[in-house]
Every structure is written in C-alpha cells, then in structure tokens.
C-alpha cells in the first residue's frame, strides 16, 4: 500500500493505518478491531474466530488513526453519537468499516475480504457424508426455501456461495441479493444491496422475481417483507436460499414466526434449516491453524419442543465427529458450543 492510497494528510497516522492493515492481511485477520481504552487505544485482530491483542496506541494516535479509517471508509468524520458504516479498498482487499460510539470514544472494525477470495469446495467445508447428500439434494431442488442459519462469522454465507458453486449450470439463472457482495462468483448474476438508493433487500427482490431467475440467493432474511417474498418465491416454483442470524434450526424458526410468518407458510414454504459452527482445525503439533464446519439439518415440521429438549444437539454430535476423528479436539468444541449437559 502507497501513502497515496490512503491519502496525503496526517502522516503519522497514515503510517500507522498502512502497517495494522499490512499485518492484518500477512496474519490472515478477517477483521481488525480498533477498541478505544481509558489511556489511549488497542488494536486487536481476529484470526481462527478468536482476537489476539495487538498494537497499543496513545490517546491522540488513536484518535487520528479511527479519523483516518472513516475518512477511507467515506464516513462522516464529525459525526461521532451514532453507528456509522463505510467501506474502502486497500491493494487486493475490500473493507467494509462499522464504527460504535462507546464511552472512552469511537470503536472501529473493519472487515477484510479478499477481491479474488473464491468459495472452498462444498466437499471440502466438514459436512458427514450423508449430510452432504441430503444437502446437495436439497440444493438441486427445483424450488423451495432452504436457510443457512448461525451467529455472525459462522460461514454460512460461505457455505451458501460453495452450494450454489456447486449446482450453477450454463441451463439456469441463478441470482443473488446481498449487502454486501462478499464473493464474486462466475455464473451468479449479483445484485449489491444500496439502501440510500433504495434498492432494499425488499425492492431488489420483487424487481428480481421479474427476470425470471430459477434460483435466488437472499442475502440475509432481516424483515417480514423480505421472508414473505423469499417464502412465496419458494412456493412458486423457484429454488430460494438465505441466511439468518439464529443459533440453530429451533431458533430460526421462532424468528421467522417473530417476524410475522404464519407458520403454515413456513412449514410449507421451508424445505430445511441448515445451522453451523466453525471449529478451529488441530494441527499434528497440537496447534491451531484454519477451521472446519459443523452442521445441524433439520426440516421445519420435526421442530417442537418435545424434540428439541434432548440436551444432546445435533451440532455438538457433529462436532464430537470432528474430535474422534482427529480434526478438532474438545476443548475447541466447548470454547464454541459450551460445556455439554
């Protein structure tokens, strides 16, 4: 990165931006965390889910780097009372930048996506083989609604863009809507989600459905007109798939009731929820290094409460796989799903 790139003004904290997003891309960060403290302000970068501390700063240093990433990001330097968001390209990278007014001053993370970042092979993302089949149906479905759902950072969106990698074709027309585009992928044709233009999740969609698309990838389901539209796509004959911030496939579905969906309309129109975690891959030396998915695929009619209240979750069989087959260990498996009743 040049100072040019990042502008002119301020070398100090130029330098400093350059060398925190220099190391965060030669560690592998997926985000770096900009956390302002009492005296001054810690960098902290996320590497394998987990943050590891990094570069301190003192309090006018910290002040001018935080001004500098909203300048890159096209943020609103004077505003400093409320959530902004913002997003720049550094060398190979796009980052996407959200600030938080906290207490001691700005909280800044920012998100690093690689510009040529490809989808793994969905065989290579941790499905138990029979899983993997029954997904792969499921994803090759002329129609139906199929939900990746997890916390933020779980992979599902990537566990999305590997399936539909996996069932694009020069036969069909497979469509995404998404804020923000996060893989660019030959055969889809994407749609990149701009509010203050109007084009909502909501819009894009209707507009959308107009073009004849076979398959839908709807970024995140994040009101009721989108899972109304999402569901009645899926009932009209086309294959719609998405994400939702849920633990698991119990939980997706009361958010979905939350939202406003009969649930005749989501036991018709669901043909699975798909939860998963991320586990850290265990190495020969007994260290960390990258990590592997587990996953819980579950049909909307099986969810009540009398099923769900065996204390055994399908995520944390699955992840019990993992260990006995050497990939993760149960330590690992404790830090993401807790202690096991």
Request: glycine share 8%; proline share 5%.
């Amino acid at each position: 990165m040049s100072a040019g790139m990042l502008g002119t003004e301020d070398p100090p904290a130029i330098r400093a931006c350059e060398a925190l997003i220099a190391e965060a891309i030669e560690r592998g960060a997926s985000d770096i965390h900009l956390e302002p403290r009492y005296q001054g302000g810690l960098a902290r970068l996320r590497i394998d889910g987990l943050l590891h501390d990094g570069t301190e700063f003192e309090p006018v240093l910290f002040d001018r780097v935080v001004t500098r990433i909203k300048l890159l990001g096209g943020i609103d330097i004077a505003e400093r009372r409320k959530p902004q968001d913002g997003r720049f390209s550094a060398g190979a990278f796009d980052i996407r930048v959200a600030t938080m007014p906290l207490l001691e001053g700005e909280r800044v993370t920012a998100r690093l996506q690689a510009n040529d970042a490809r989808s793994p092979a969905i065989d290579a993302l941790g499905f138990e083989p029979h899983m993997l089949a029954h997904f792969r149906s499921l994803m090759r479905s002329p129609q139906g609604l199929l939900i990746a759902c997890g916390p933020t950072g779980s992979g599902k969106t990537t566990t999305i863009y590997s399936a539909l990698a996996d069932r694009v074709g020069n036969t069909e027309s497979v469509c995404s809507i998404e804020d923000p585009v996060e893989i660019r992928t030959p055969g889809i044709n994407q749609v990149q989600v701009h509010e203050r233009a109007g084009l909502t999740f909501e819009s894009a969609m209707r507009g959308l459905l107009r073009h004849d698309p076979d398959v839908v990838f709807v970024g995140e389901i994040r009101d009721r007109e989108t899972a109304e539209l999402a569901a009645s796509a899926a009932l009209c004959g086309r294959l719609v798939v998405s994400t939702l911030h849920a633990a698991d496939a119990w939980t997706a579905k009361m958010r979905l009731l939350d939202l406003g969906l009969a649930e005749r309309l989501v036991d018709g129109a669901v043909t699975a929820f798909l939860a998963q975690r991320l586990l850290r891959r265990v190495q020969c030396d007994g260290s960390y290094s990258g990590r592997i998915g587990i996953f819980e695929l579950t049909e909307p009619p099986s969810l009540t409460r009398r099923n769900f209240s065996d204390p055994s979750h399908p995520l944390r069989i699955d992840a019990e796989r993992h260990v006995r087959e050497g990939r993760s260990t149960p330590a690992e498996v404790e830090r993401v799903l807790g202690a096991s009743n």
